[in-house]
């Protein structure tokens, strides 16, 4: 049976791997944080890297995109919820709204899928 030696995203980061012989062993690694693997078989190399990338980045990417979801709707909510109460909140209410407002959206900004 033939070997795919396709190498899945990194794990960690989503980047492009690459495999190249080193010495005594294969090394595959993420060309973008440098996380790898390696063994003296090549295809047992690549065999590591790809049994170890593919669940938890397609996990992670499933996750990280589910709370982009979330924190664009809990911003929408908090949008709508001020549209209703206009200049009726009081400035401690403001206050507690507008700090759940800037961590959502540092969430937001912290989540960027690849
Ligand atoms: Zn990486």
Known sequence: MPV????????????????????????????????????????????????????AA???RAENERLRTDCASLLAQIDALQVNTGEDLEAEDRAIVDQIRADLRDTQEASHVR
């Open 4 to 55: 795919d030696t396709t190498l899945k995203p990194c794990p960690f980061c989503g980047g492009v791997a690459s495999s190249y012989w080193h010495v005594t062993h294969q090394v595959v690694a993420c060309e973008t944080c440098t996380a790898g693997v390696t063994d003296a078989a090549p295809v047992k190399a690549i065999a590591a890297w790809n049994r170890r990338a593919a669940p």
């Open 58 to 60: 397609d996990d992670l």
